[in-house]
Structures are given as structure tokens and as C-alpha cells.
């Protein structure tokens, strides 16, 4: 099995991990707020015998370079040319929590470019800029930090409060890592640009093979509203994993592999 070696684009401007052969149906793999590349490793092993299993740091993450100004419609941008850069045509994209947030604002600037997309674990919208909801949640998150403490410092709790039932203690120690190697700066630039993200009225224009994949557990994108989001895609397919929470590729790495396995290997199976 190969292992993901780091990789950095043409331009310089984004680093990322693959593996499987060049040649075969690129599959790539965009990780959320506290993630990186290499939260994907289980993927890229698991699929990259049948796809190019791709996975990006996100800008300002790992080796990749900061946007100027962090917007969602920003970081679509770049995937669009990050894409571009490693010359992936009709990719399969699999975004987590903002991951699929930025794979939501792609469709829209590129609504033909997907072979299809899997929105694991997101939401189309985040809300009101002014919501006394996303006050709270910006505060709760970005608090501690204005207090002094460390991304380091705060993976163990935020992970904590993340997960489901009984996550996979490796999984866990990953995401932990992943976590506190978060630039702070980073951090902050993608939590405010979640606020006013919202692509609920592009929902149904979304035309694509659409797998929406949730957690029972997860406090961030409740189920319920994952299932709601699925009803107004037209090529839409809802699976829900039980007792995982927010990081179901870290938490259930198995049950993940599993539903996604099914999905994207139906799509290849259509593209012969």
C-alpha cells in the first residue's frame, strides 16, 4: 500500500498529500477547522487502489500559504486552482465540516467541474452574522485564546467535545495532533469566516451525485438538519452513522470508509 508523501504545487502555494496511481479518477479529500492533510491518512490508504486519493492543507494550514483575506468564497477560489495545479479533471470532492462548506461555494462557481461531491459532516449555512447562536459559539471558541491559552493547550478539550461514543483511540490521538498544530491566525480566519456563510438557495441547483454523510452524535451538524439539507438536492443520498460525532473519519474510520466506499465506487462503476 503506498504511503501519502507531502507534495507541494507548481506555484508553491499549496501542499498536499496523494497517493494511488496518477492516471486513475481523482478523489480529493478537504479537512475541516481543525484538520490538515494528513487527517485523511486512513483514506488515501483505504481508496487510493482504485482512485488518486487526494487531500489538501487547507490555506494557512500545514505547508500551504495564507489567503491575504479569509472568506469561504476566498478558499473556493483556491480550490478551484489548487485543482488546476495538480490538473485533477471531474474530481470526486469529499468535504468535512468547512470542508464541505468551501465544496458547497465551489459547485456554485463551478457547477459542472464535479464528478460528484460528498458533503461529510456540514451545513449549508452558518447564519446570521448577528445570531446571538453564532455569537456564542465564535466567543466559545475564540474566548480562550484571547485568555492566552494555546491551540496546543486546547486540542485535548476541543476534541473532547467533538467526538461520539467510543472513538478510535488512534483516530483520536491524530486528531489531537492535528488539532494543536493548527496556526492560531488560522484558526481565528476560518471560524469568522463562517459567519453569514450561507448557500441554502443553491441547494437545489446542486445536480451532481450528492452523498450527505452524518453523525448521531454530532452536536456541530445535527443529523436532523443534515437530513433536511439532503431533501432539497436533487441527486441527493443521506447515510447517518450511529453514536459518531463531528470527526467520523478519526472517530469510526471503518464505518466512514464504509459509506464512502459504497458511494464513490457507484459513481466510478457509472464512468467505467
Not at 24 to 50: C, D, E, K, V, Y
Not at 71 to 77: G, N, T, V, W
Request: neutral net charge; proline residues 7%; aromatic residues 8%.
Amino acid at each position: 500500500m503506498s504511503q501519502p508523501a507531502p507534495m507541494i504545487t507548481r506555484d508553491g502555494r499549496f501542499a498536499y498529500e496523494a497517493a494511488g496511481d496518477p492516471g486513475a479518477m481523482p478523489l480529493i479529500f478537504l479537512h475541516g477547522i481543525g484538520g490538515a492533510a494528513r487527517a485523511w491518512g486512513q483514506q488515501l490508504a483505504t481508496f487510493s487502489n482504485r482512485f488518486r486519493a487526494i487531500a489538501w492543507d487547507m490555506p494557512g494550514y500545514g505547508g500551504s500559504v495564507p489567503l491575504a483575506s479569509v472568506s469561504i468564497a476566498a478558499l473556493a477560489d483556491a480550490l478551484q486552482q489548487f485543482i488546476e495545479q495538480i490538473g485533477a479533471a471531474s474530481p470526486i470532492l469529499v468535504g468535512h465540516s468547512i470542508g464541505g462548506m468551501i465544496v458547497q461555494k465551489w459547485l456554485v462557481q463551478s457547477p459542472k467541474r464535479a464528478r460528484a461531491v460528498v458533503l461529510a459532516q456540514t451545513s449549508p449555512a452558518f447564519g446570521k452574522s448577528d445570531g446571538d447562536w453564532q455569537k456564542s459559539f465564535i466567543a466559545a471558541r475564540l474566548g480562550p485564546l484571547d485568555r492566552g491559552e494555546t491551540m496546543k493547550s486546547l486540542a485535548p478539550s476541543l476534541v473532547k467535545e467533538l467526538v461520539g461514543d467510543d472513538p478510535d483511540p488512534k483516530g483520536m490521538e491524530l486528531a489531537r495532533e492535528c488539532m494543536g498544530s493548527v496556526p492560531e491566525a488560522s484558526y481565528r480566519a476560518m471560524m469568522l469566516a463562517l459567519i453569514g456563510f450561507d448557500q441554502r438557495s443553491t441547494l437545489k441547483d446542486i445536480f451532481v451525485p450528492t452523498l450527505l454523510l452524518s453523525g448521531s452524535k454530532d452536536n456541530n451538524a445535527p443529523a436532523p438538519m443534515m437530513a433536511r439539507t439532503a431533501s432539497y438536492i436533487p441527486a441527493a443520498e443521506y447515510v447517518e452513522l450511529p453514536g459518531v460525532g463531528h470527526l467520523a473519519n478519526l472517530e469510526r474510520p471503518g464505518a466512514f470508509d464504509k459509506a464512502l466506499g459504497s458511494f464513490v465506487d457507484s459513481v466510478a462503476a457509472k464512468h467505467g
